[in-house]
């Protein structure tokens, strides 16, 4: 439904912006669901892999969709409600705003082309948040970029109501964006560039284990939560991250549906993970392979292998410009 209204919204000249908001007070978009891509995989794989490429695809639409965007952010936002919020022109976080790619922890990765996110922004934390799934607030946000706005929610309908009677979108916003202060990752800035700049997920958490002084024990909070996480996940994920810095958002987006694709096939980890998580909510997910050591070079080489004819393909920049005439 949304992509279909954006193409509309995209062709009527009586539209100048687009306001995106939840129907929740708790939150905005708690991510796609899961349940049903693994449930429509285990007896129709075509179909699983048909929910990855239309929500990648729309994440490419929100992308080159022509008009100001305006989503209008409060409490969590994680991974589809990600790829449908961040590749517009503003993004507004109200005062229980949460950010959070927590995919490892049900054996999937940061996908909606969240990693071409992750992998531009500084001091490694893209990897900190990729591969722990930790949530941070609209103060670390906005410092880092991934929100331009930091608004309250109280004043939402009033921009609404702005836009409506077609004030200019900046200003809307401007005029009522409030600061938030440095975050609460300010103070583990250092000590994140330093531990997941690793080269490998393995010297991250060896690296993490050996900090010292007023910052051991977060690190060893850290270090066991990554413990928790599926390890084949884990090195998808950093690898991806790696990769990503490289790509632009159309290949990035093309990347994540040959990993999804190749981890449906696998019936692995991502089942099992949904299974453990959200199915029969035991959260006590049996990994396979158990340890970061048994993720083997030739094993993560699998899941990134070209999927040949098979490779979702994204209409161009400017096919898209085109197809909405």
């Known amino acids: 439904k949304l992509s279909s209204h954006l193409w509309s919204f995209a062709r009527d000249p009586q539209v100048y912006a687009v306001v995106m908001q939840s129907e929740s007070p708790r939150a905005f978009s708690a991510g796609s669901d899961?349940?049903?891509?693994?449930?429509?995989?285990r007896t129709d794989l075509a179909a699983g892999l048909k929910t990855f490429a239309d929500?990648?695809?729309?994440?490419?639409?929100?992308?080159?969709?022509?008009k100001p965007t305006v989503p209008l952010i409060n409490g969590m936002v994680m991974g589809g409600g990600v790829g449908i919020t961040q590749y517009g022109t503003h993004r507004v976080a109200g005062e229980t705003y949460s950010f959070a790619m927590p995919e490892t922890a049900i054996g999937l990765f940061p996908d909606v082309g969240a990693v071409h996110v992750l992998a531009r922004l500084p001091d490694h934390i893209g990897q900190y948040l990729g591969?722990?799934?930790?949530?941070?607030?609209?103060?670390?946000?906005?410092?880092?970029?991934?929100?331009?706005?930091?608004?309250d929610s109280?004043?939402?309908?009033?921009?609404?109501?702005?836009?409506?009677?077609?004030?200019?979108?900046?200003?809307?916003?401007?005029?009522?964006?409030?600061?938030c202060g440095p975050g609460d990752l300010a103070p583990y800035r250092e000590v994140i560039a330093h531990c997941f700049s690793g080269g490998t997920v393995e010297e991250i958490v060896s690296r993490l284990g050996a900090v010292t002084g007023a910052h051991r024990d977060w690190a060893a909070t850290v270090a066991a939560e990554l413990a928790k996480k599926s390890p084949l996940a884990l090195k998808i994920t950093h690898r991806h991250i790696r990769e990503a810095a490289a790509l632009s958002l159309k290949e990035t987006l093309e990347a994540d549906y040959r990993l999804a694709a190749r981890i449906l096939?696998?019936?692995?980890?991502?089942?099992?993970?949904?299974?453990?998580?959200?199915?029969?909510?035991?959260?006590?997910?049996?990994?396979?392979?158990?340890?970061?050591?048994?993720?083997?070079?030739?094993?993560?080489?699998r899941f990134f292998r070209t999927l040949g004819p098979n490779e979702l393909k994204l209409p161009t920049r400017a096919e898209m410009q085109e197809a909405r005439a």
Do not use: M
Not at 55 to 66: D, G, M, R, T, V
Not at 131 to 151: E, F, K, P, Q
């Open 131 to 151: 591969l722990t799934g930790r949530s941070i607030g609209r103060a670390d946000a906005y410092a880092l970029g991934i929100v331009t706005h930091c608004i």
């Open 34 to 41: 899961v349940r049903e891509v693994v449930t429509a995989a």
């Open 265 to 301: 096939e696998a019936d692995g980890d991502f089942y099992e993970g949904v299974r453990a998580a959200i199915i029969d909510k035991d959260h006590a997910p049996r990994w396979n392979p158990a340890t970061l050591e048994e993720v083997s070079d030739a094993l993560l080489d």
């Open 154 to 179: 109280a004043h939402f309908d009033a921009i609404v109501a702005d836009l409506v009677d077609t004030w200019p979108v900046d200003p809307a916003l401007d005029n009522r964006h409030q600061e």
């Open 55 to 66: 929500e990648y695809a729309l994440n490419w639409q929100c992308e080159c969709f022509s």
